[in-house]
């Protein structure tokens, strides 16, 4: 596993959560990174892409207003930052970096998720 996702969990609806991606064994600073999420009986979709640079990024409209996508410093660790979460929110969220940008579906890493359950 190249890339750890984690600080999921169970919050209430209208709570917050950050989820951290951070490399293993490897850096990841001239990759362009990205979350997506699965839900139970789902197909996996895109919710947010951040540039190599951070100096771009952008996501779904169903996260639009609420979820932030950032970089750290150094900008081998990538964030979630998850506000006003919703019960469809609810899901396995996985980070995953690629050279392509904007991101594609076909990733050429995928890190292993971490579970983020609201409640409602």
């Known amino acids: 596993v190249q890339l750890q996702a984690s600080g999921g969990g169970l919050v209430q609806a209208g709570g917050s959560l950050r989820l951290s991606c951070a490399p293993s064994g490897r850096t990841f600073i001239d990759y362009n990174m990205g979350w997506f999420r699965q839900a139970p009986g789902k197909e996996r979709e895109f919710v947010a892409a951040i540039s190599r640079s951070g100096s771009d990024t952008y996501c779904a409209a169903y996260v639009k207003g609420r979820f932030t996508i950032s970089r750290g410093s150094p900008k081998n660790t990538v964030y979630l930052l998850m506000n006003s979460l919703k019960p469809e929110d609810t899901a396995v969220y996985y980070c995953?970096?690629?050279?392509?940008?904007?991101?594609?579906?076909?990733?050429?890493?995928w890190g292993k998720g971490t579970l983020v359950t609201v409640s409602s």
């Open positions: 995953a970096a690629d050279n392509n940008y904007p991101l594609q579906d076909d990733m050429a890493y």
